[in-house]
């Protein structure tokens, strides 16, 4: 598989200059969680839309892709997104912000799947990772080159943190207070991703069964 790095890193720092780190909405009421897993080289996007704040369930949809490239550190968003929109656009109901598994701003080129996926949706994001891909951490913020770049969030006790960062059209403050709005005991990540990564497994197992939405629903709520 032939991949240009250079191209997608130009591409990158490009669009990068069109992230937007303000609060671009005038409401929420859904939010949703977007996830990917992988297997014999295709890509399963999950994405799960939620009321807010009640985390109550309205929405689920998948798709599955071939394997666009390989893992390359720093360029996930070119691997998922191609399934990601696939399975967002199945949605009826859009959500106010999509949070996704992954970085926003806080990535070598500001621009994290989180960032690159709300541009190219033209939706707010947030971006959620379980690891901490550079920068420091000084009293629960991530510098990087002398900017707040996301937060280390310890949403369980006896977990590791995870790091929250804005993604587009999101602004820090609201990115660590929705991710942490949006968590529930005894789950380490905010509700909408929780939910979005059970229902990839579950699609992963049983598949070639589901093809309804209600069969969708009940791999859910299960």
Sequence with gaps: MNVDVEKMRK????????????DEFDKLKLIAGCDCIFENE????TIIVLEYPSMKFVEAKY???????PYIPGYL????????????????NKPD????????I????RIGSASHLGIALNTPTIGVAKK??????????V???NEIRGFEVKTKEVSNPIYVSPGHNVSLGTALKLAMECTRPPHKLPEPLHAAHKYANKVRKNRPKENSQRTEQVAVEA
């Design 106 to 109: 806080l990535h070598p080129r």
């Design 42 to 45: 295709r890509v399963i996007a």
């Design 132 to 141: 901490l891909l550079l920068g420091h951490v000084q009293e629960g913020k």
């Design 63 to 69: 798709a599955i892709q071939e394997d666009a490239i």
């Design 77 to 92: 968003a070119y691997r998922e997104m191609p399934a990601i929109t696939v399975a967002y656009a199945k949605l009826k």
């Design 97 to 104: 912000i999509v949070i996704c598994d992954g970085n926003g």
């Design 143 to 145: 510098w990087v080159d």
């Design 11 to 22: 591409e990158q720092l490009k669009l990068s200059k069109e992230i937007v780190l303000r």
